[in-house]
């Protein structure tokens, strides 16, 4: 009788085991949704360069710098910390216009990190673009997380006929 206990006893325990790899499973390659909070062409950042904010401070303090080339700067949207994490993107200096940077999407990797997928674009040799300095930028919001955000970068070309 003891070892049909003891039998029992470890069918539950491997049955709660495979369970709970199977809940973990499910979480890896979740999509995250995000929220946009800002984009554009131009930005006070002349580095290429990913960032993850995790508090208010720092958030103020990046968006001021982002904004740094605007007068008056405007004012930060408010975010609530305890319920969000922002990720900021910057394609750095570029010589002339047509760059674009965005996060395409963003999910749980099977390392249970959040990955984050960048595309940044640049012009083909046929395209026309001005001539003006750009900084390229995007800021996204998700719900908030102590994981680690690794970055995957893509590059691509926009080619205009």
């Given at each position: ?88 993107v910057f394609q750095g200096t570029k010589n002339n ?65």
């Amino acid at each position: 009788m003891k070892t049909i206990y003891s039998v029992l006893f470890y069918l539950i325990i491997c049955a709660g085991f495979l369970t709970g790899c199977s809940s973990t499973k499910e979480i890896l390659n979740t999509v995250i949704k995000f929220e946009e909070v800002g984009k554009g062409p131009a930005s006070g950042i002349d580095d290429s360069k990913q960032v993850v904010i995790r508090n208010e401070s720092e958030f103020k303090a990046k968006f001021k710098e982002v904004n740094s080339i605007f007068f008056p700067e405007p004012e930060a949207p408010e975010i609530d910390f305890n319920k969000y994490t922002v990720i900021a993107v910057f394609q750095g200096t570029k010589n002339n216009g047509g760059y674009t940077i965005k996060i395409e999407k963003i999910r749980y990797d099977e390392d249970g990190n959040v990955k984050v997928t960048v595309i940044e674009t640049s012009p083909g040799r046929n395209c026309v673009t001005t001539d003006a300095i750009t900084h390229p930028y995007y800021i996204a919001k998700i719900p908030k997380t102590d994981a680690k955000v690794v970055f995957d970068v893509k590059q691509e070309v926009f080619n205009c006929k």
